[in-house]
Structure formats: C-alpha cells, structure tokens
C-alpha cells in the first residue's frame, strides 16, 4: 500500500477551507494520537486561535492529505512561540519581517518522501515573496536535523510539551535564498515528484542586471532632471545625438493631444511604415514597446525547461538571463576569444548549429565586442540550421554596419530578426521596437500582443524617423569617426581596445592599475558612468569596461576623468597619431 501511495502523483497547494479541516483533523491524529503533545478530544480534531490568521501549505496525493506545513504572518494577534519564550529573550528582533513556520507534518505513508523538504521550500518562497527577512521555527528535536539541512539554526532556546521537545530555530531570508540556490538537485527533485501549483513559482524569479545605473545621480523620482547635463550616462548605449528634425516638430507641435490621445490599436501605421522602410509584407512585422519586450513574450512562449539554446559568449546578458533564470532551459556558448579580437569562428558556430538547438541567438553586431558577421555569414548559418531551429538574429546595432539580413525572412522560414529602434534612431525613451519574420512565426505572439503596446507619442516618433533615413546616415557616420577618435585616446592611455563597428568600444584594462569595478566606481563619483563588463561573458575578466560613444565635446570630459582617476598622462597628440587605431571595415 506504502508503495503505491509513494507513486501517487502528489500536489503542493495553499490550503482550501475543506483542505483545513482535514488538516485539523490531522493535527489531532498527529499531535495527540500519536506523539502526545496534546490531549486526545472527542470532536477528534485540533485548531488555536492562529489558525484565522495563518496560511496552511499542503500537499495531497490524490485525495489523501500527505503533508502540511503553517506561516504566520507579522502583524497578527501573536505568535505561536509566544506561549514559550517572552520576546525580549529571543537572540533576533521581532518585526515586520519576522515569518514563523510551524506544524510541519507528514502523514504516515509519505515520510519516505520529498513531500518534508517540499513543504520547507514551498513555505521559504511564500515568506520571500512576501518580503520576509527572517524565519523562526519550533522544530521537534528528533527531526531538528531536516531542519538545519535546509540552513535552520538553533538559538540555544528549547521547550517541552508533553512528550516532546521543541528546539527554536531561525535564519534569514537571505541565507536561506543563498542555501537554496545551492541546493539544485533538491529543487529538481521538488519538480519531478511535485506538482506545484502554488501562486508563488518554484524557482524565484531573478532580476536583470542592465547599465543605466546613471540615474541614480539624475534621481529616479524625475525632480531634478537637469541634473542630466553633469552626467555623462556611458554605461548605456543610448544615441549621442538628437532624434531626426522630423520627430522633434511633431512631438513638439502636437505633445498635448499626442499625451492624451489612444494610440492606433494595432500600430498600424507604424508597421505600415516598417514594411515600406525595410522592404517587407506588413504580415511578417510585429511591434513591440523595446527589444526587452520581444524577447520575454517571444522565447518563452517557444522554449520549455528541456529546451537546448546555443549563445555567443559574451553578448548582450538579457538573452542569458531570459533562457536560464526565466525560462530554465540548457544554454549551450560559443566562446569568442579576445586573442581572435572577439571575432565569431563560423566554422565552429556551424558545427554548433548543426546539433540542433531550439533556438540560436546571435547579435550582430554584438554586444559588449561590437563585432558581427556579414549578411552572406547569416545565410550560410541559415542553410546549416535545421529546419525547426529558430535562429534569433538581433540586430539593435546593424545599421552600424547595412548588413542586415530582415530580407531573408520570406525565404527562411526559421529566421526571426529582432530590430530596436532605440540605439541608432535616438528613440532609447520611447521603446520602439519590432519582430521581422515569417507570419507563422508570429501568429501566436500576435494573439498575445495587448492593444495599444507602443505609446501614440512612441509610435509618431518612430514614424517620423523612418522617414528621415538621411539624417541617421549622416549620423551613423559622424559615430565612426568620433568612435575610431575615441579608441586612439583610449589606447594612449594603456587600454587594450576591441576594434567594434557600433556606438561603443569593448576595452581591457592595464593589468597594473585598478580593476573594472574600482574604475567604475571611481568615475561615478566624477559623474561618468562606463559598464563593467564582467557580467557580459565568462572569460571577460575583472578588467573589461564597454563605454559608449558620445559627442565631441563629452568624449574628451570622459578621456580627461579616465586620465585623472588612473593616474595615467593623456599622451601627447604627436604620440597618439603615431599610434591611432587603424580603423576596421564595416562590417567587422
């Protein structure tokens, strides 16, 4: 019998009203029955005045209950710790973060199983997810041990109750995250033999780090924002320049009705104007408010947690963070090494794709190294890549270059090309962006597409844009000069710099002298803000910065803050012609 309960499909769910009373019913089996704690009662049931504050976890196996657990909020009538200890003993503060788990408890039939370790997991993410900081326990002395395993530490305070000891127990919320991210196998083993249909996932979501630390010293609270003329934002890749004529007048001409007014539900004229710029059908374009937005509706909706990736390594970290933090899926990496200048090996990149993977991402250009492959590259990854391999080709930075391969979307019908609007057409505020690919590719995420999900302003904006392509042209060139400028002053200052073809460098610092992190909080102070790039990739070091592009005028205050708070003399302008960079062909 033991044995087929032990296969029984088990679920782990916040308690019903009819899943309570089967809880107190066992409670009184449990607690009174069997180990003694209280006194046996004739309704053959157990409840205290917690239990109209509290939250019940439990797990069933079919319409057995297996197992429960109890949280105790702050903020209520009491704790159930407070009939044992005064609060002014206990070696931790009582506030507004203060969770306690108590009445763990797993029915006879099941205590051979995960269901103990699942009911830990389950109540330690409802407290996380509430904000919790800290976690107390009144653990039995005989299982005080499942207790510790889990990052529970004793506080030398213990209890009697009837037949029974109970130690107290308590840790952090933060050391507790830490223990179970280390714990995978068990998180693993939870997802194989639990169904988890908790509001609160499994697995806490983990945040993305970006650039754009800079508005820290501008005030996310919007009050001061002409504090933004003392700060230079280089840790983000947005445009020197202003948008093109055209966008300015209409925004400013129309600002007020275009703030109050709905926008075109379906951004119709937006992607009419799309089509028409790049030379596709309307059917194969799907906006989006920013690249971000594409890719967190697009990858999950096409991977699973058994889905293969394939990545270059470094590129741009949302990818990175999306397929294994959001999605779980196995992320396979090319290596790009700085002894080959970051340059992609097609030949290994082939034999990569040829494996099979659900999906291969390659920016391209690519971020941080600013190197990519030329559209004649694309096609032959395209004619390697099996039929159901997606290959997601972002190209926020291609107009750097002209090689963008949006064309070939009617004749590769597993092409997606994911374009942003922000970098190249100055639009980094309005989030405009847009997915390039055979209708079928999105049929679906056109369904999931809300009304309205590029603003009225935004979408003027990037209509205006489009329509200026001689504006950005002459912009796109202005880039390349001050970038190649950029990189000669950088180089006289000792740094090893990547030749990129966008509106940034890639750059190693001396090997004598302060570390990425300590330059970057060094020129902070200045009020320059670069990126480390240790995040970026797993062989970039703790010496790669990526800095972006900016004008004349600003990419001389930031040569001159690097100069000061390296140490190092800005040499000479005899000595930095003599070793300017050669400038690379586009595209790199």
Request: aromatic content about 6%.
């Amino acid at each position: 019998m033991s044995q087929c309960i032990e296969h029984r499909k088990r679920v782990i769910t916040e308690a019903s009203p009819e899943v309570r009373e089967r809880i107190y019913q066992a409670r009184h089996a449990v607690y009174a029955l069997e180990i003694g704690q209280h006194p046996a009662n004739d309704d053959g049931r157990l409840s205290d005045r917690l239990d109209a504050f509290n939250c019940y976890l439990a797990v069933s196996s079919g319409d057995a209950l297996a197992g429960f657990v109890s949280i105790t909020p702050p903020g209520g009538p009491a704790y159930s710790i407070d009939k044992y200890f005064r609060r002014d003993e206990l070696p931790f503060p009582v506030d507004d973060g203060l969770f306690e788990i108590r009445l763990l408890t797993v029915m006879p039939g099941h205590r051979a199983s995960e269901v103990a370790a699942a009911l830990m997991v389950a109540a330690f993410r409802w407290v996380e997810a509430r904000g919790g900081t800290r976690v107390m326990a009144i653990g039995r002395r005989e299982v005080a041990g499942m207790y510790r395993s889990l990052g529970l530490r004793e506080t030398g305070l213990s209890v009697r109750v009837g037949a029974v000891t109970y130690d107290l127990m308590e840790v952090t919320v933060k050391s507790l995250r830490e223990e179970l991210d280390r714990r995978e196998n068990l998180v693993e083993r939870i997802e194989r033999t639990m169904e988890w249909s908790l509001q609160v996932p499994l697995r806490k979501p983990a945040a993305c780090f970006h650039g754009g630390a800079f508005f820290e010293a501008i005030g996310a609270d919007f009050g001061s924002l002409e504090r933004h003329r003392s700060v230079i934002n280089a840790d983000v890749l947005d445009a020197w320049f202003p948008p093109a004529p055209g966008v300015l007048a209409a925004l400013r001409d129309e600002l007020p009705w275009l703030l109050r007014t709905s926008p075109p539900t379906g951004c119709e004229g937006l992607i009419a104007a799309i089509a028409v710029a790049r030379g596709v059908a309307e059917a194969s374009v799907l906006p989006g408010a920013g690249s971000s937005d594409l890719i967190f509706l697009a990858l999950p909706r096409w991977l699973h947690r058994g889905s293969r990736a394939l990545l270059l390594d470094p590129t741009y970290g949302e990818y990175a963070h999306v397929l294994e933090k959001v999605i779980g899926c196995t992320v396979e990496r090319l290596r790009l090494e700085r002894s080959a200048g970051y340059a992609v090996d097609l030949g290994k990149l082939l034999l990569m794709v040829a494996e099979g993977p659900d999906v291969v991402v390659i920016v391209n250009p690519n971020s941080p190294t600013g190197r990519g492959l030329r559209r004649d590259e694309i096609e032959v990854l395209l004619e390697a890549a099996p039929p159901r391999t997606r290959v997601w080709v972002d190209e926020t930075y291609i107009d750097y270059t002209g090689e963008s391969v949006e064309g070939l979307v009617c004749r590769y019908d597993n092409l997606i090309v994911c374009k942003s609007m922000s970098k190249v057409y100055a639009l980094s505020g309005a989030r405009v962006a847009y997915l390039c690919a055979g209708p079928h590719q999105l049929e679906e995420l056109r369904a999931h597409t809300p009304p309205w999900v590029v603003s009225l302003p935004a979408q003027v904006a990037a209509v205006k844009a489009l329509a200026d392509p001689d504006y950005y042209t002459a912009r796109r060139d202005e880039t390349h000069r001050m970038r190649a400028r950029l990189a000669v002053a950088l180089a006289a200052l000792g740094w090893d710099v990547v030749p990129g073809a966008a509106n940034f460098l890639l750059c190693h610092l001396p090997e004598v002298g302060p570390a990425a992190r300590d330059l970057v909080a060094s020129c902070r102070e200045q009020g320059l803000f670069l990126r480390d790039a240790a995040a970026m990739g797993s062989g970039l070091g703790e010496r790669a910065i990526r800095i972006a592009v900016k004008d004349v005028v600003t990419n001389r205050r930031m040569i001159g803050i690097l100069s000061g708070v390296t140490g190092t003399r800005w040499l000479s302008r005899e000595r930095r012609s003599s070793d300017r960079l050669e400038r690379p062909p586009l595209p790199v």
